[in-house]
């Protein structure tokens, strides 16, 4: 249908099912938090002092006033919606909000906020899971749950125009904010990553701390159409997720945030529960795939709310030519021993 609302969508997809409704409810009071929160970045100074530092998160981050903010604001809408608790990378440890709700919230409320003060895009990664039965919904445990067992998943991004990507487990849809109506519009039913690509997005400056896979995938897109891969590639890095997620999603391309060897990069940098799991789960429903180098990051059991992981993620055909190099790696140091 030409111009469907994010409402009308929703509604249609969860029909009678009482689980589906809360996940569309919860949906649509995320969707209403983004565009209190667009409106807030496109504002930018004159709302006024948004990149301010303030204090620490549980990271050991530098939290801006619109980290905090943002996260408030996700937190009011939640309230509105069944939500039984949420956690989110600004809070120690999760909020309950309603004993009765029937989903649990992970959020990133605000990812990329290091480029606030520089007008890149930056966004909302969030996850929608069921809350367990016999688990304390503001516990931890609560949510050490799989990225393939995700209710929905998505990203709101805050750039020249204000999108919801989300996955509700049967491909990844794209809504685009009619600020006119205040409206989440769909703008692509069916997003689709192509298989191959010529570009990759990382931050280069790091190599010399990374792993011999990671160095030998990139060394091989560097040396272009004299080297190995017989083909020129193109370096894309935006330093924010939901950028160079974004990027990838509409015309391809793979990123990588591998583990390295600096002091707390070793087991990687993202996190798992409210920032990997959804953007793999909206990757690999759009046909692309997800890894942190040596398997799918989806089916990995969280140890721990904050756990962090290597990502890799985007072109199928990129991903797996990636895993391919830590499976000879791998190779080569059995062999060595």
């Known amino acids: 249908m030409k111009n469907e609302s994010l409402y009308s969508f929703l509604e249609k997809w969860a029909g009678q099912d009482q689980l589906k409704r809360d996940v569309a409810a919860t949906v649509h009071a995320l969707a209403d938090a983004g565009r209190d929160i667009a409106a807030l970045v496109s504002d930018g100074p004159l709302a006024g002092e948004l990149a301010a530092a303030m204090t620490e998160n549980v990271q050991g981050e530098v939290q801006k006033f619109l980290d905090v903010h ?10 509105r919606a069944p939500v039984a608790a949420i956690a989110s990378e600004e809070l120690d440890h999760p909020i309950a909000l309603h004993h009765d709700g029937t989903v649990l919230v992970a959020v990133d409320p605000l990812d990329g906020s290091s480029n606030i003060d520089t007008n890149v895009s930056i966004g909302t990664i969030f996850s929608i899971l069921k809350s367990p039965d016999h688990v304390d919904a503001s516990t931890h445990d609560a949510f050490l749950q799989k990225g393939r067992d995700q209710l929905a998943a998505g990203y709101i991004l805050y750039g020249p125009q204000t999108t919801l990507v989300m996955t509700l487990g049967k491909g990844t849809q794209m809504f685009t904010l009619d600020r006119r109506r205040g409206t989440f519009i769909l703008t692509n039913r069916a997003m689709k990553i192509p298989e191959k690509t010529k570009e990759f997005a990382i931050n280069s400056s790091n190599r010399r701390h990374w792993n011999a896979p990671t160095r030998r995938y990139i060394d091989e897109c560097v040396h272009g159409a004299e080297g190995a891969r017989g083909e ?16 990838i999603l509409v015309r391809g391309g793979v990123y990588l945030y591998p ?9 990687g940098r993202l996190r798992l529960i409210y920032e990997s799991n959804p953007i793999g789960w909206v990757v690999e429903q759009a046909g692309g795939a997800v890894s942190t180098g040596n398997e799918n990051l989806l089916d990995l059991e969280p140890r721990v709310l904050h756990q962090r992981i290597p990502l890799i993620f985007g072109s199928r055909h990129e991903v797996e030519r990636i895993e391919s190099h830590h499976v000879v790696d791998e190779d080569e140091r059995e062999a060595a021993e």
């Open 70 to 79: 943002s996260n408030d604001l996700l937190i009011e809408a939640c309230k």
């Open 232 to 247: 020129d590639t193109n370096m894309r890095w935006v330093g924010s997720l939901v950028a160079d997620g974004h990027r």
């Open 259 to 267: 583990a390295d060897k600096r002091k707390g990069y070793d087991e």
